[in-house]
């Protein structure tokens, strides 16, 4: 949810180079994926977190009607789900992602600190 939706960060050392060894470049051989367009991502996005809340809504109402609740009470929890996972989905992609890892040169290491 949120920022670990986006994915790992593109790797500006390897890929990028124009000199660069495709072979030596981690991921696919085909080379980069396509581009997606952003209304297509906001929309697959959106699609996403309803599927989410879907599945969390009908897991919330089984185990409300499996334990006896009245139709009203477990078609309330439900609804209730459904607006808490999208709520939470919103409020999660607001939150901004770690800071970009730098690589010492001398030794390869890793470093998240600014």
């Known amino acids: 949810m949120g920022r670990h939706s986006a994915g790992p960060a593109p790797d500006a050392d390897s890929s990028s180079a124009p000199d660069?060894?495709?072979?030596?470049?981690?991921?696919?051989?085909?080379?980069?994926?396509?581009?997606?367009?952003?209304r297509e991502r906001a929309h697959r996005r959106l699609l996403d977190r309803v599927a989410l809340a879907v599945v969390a809504?009908?897991?919330?109402g089984f185990v409300m009607a499996w334990a006896g609740a009245q139709p009203a009470a477990y078609v309330l929890g439900a609804g209730g789900t459904v607006v808490a996972v999208l709520v939470a989905a919103q409020l999660a992609s607001t939150v901004p992602g770690p800071p970009p890892a730098r690589t010492d040169p001398d030794d390869g290491a890793v470093s998240h600190e600014p």
């Open 20 to 38: 660069a060894d495709p072979s030596s470049a981690p991921g696919p051989v085909d080379g980069p994926p396509a581009a997606v367009a952003p």
């Open 57 to 60: 809504a009908a897991g919330t």
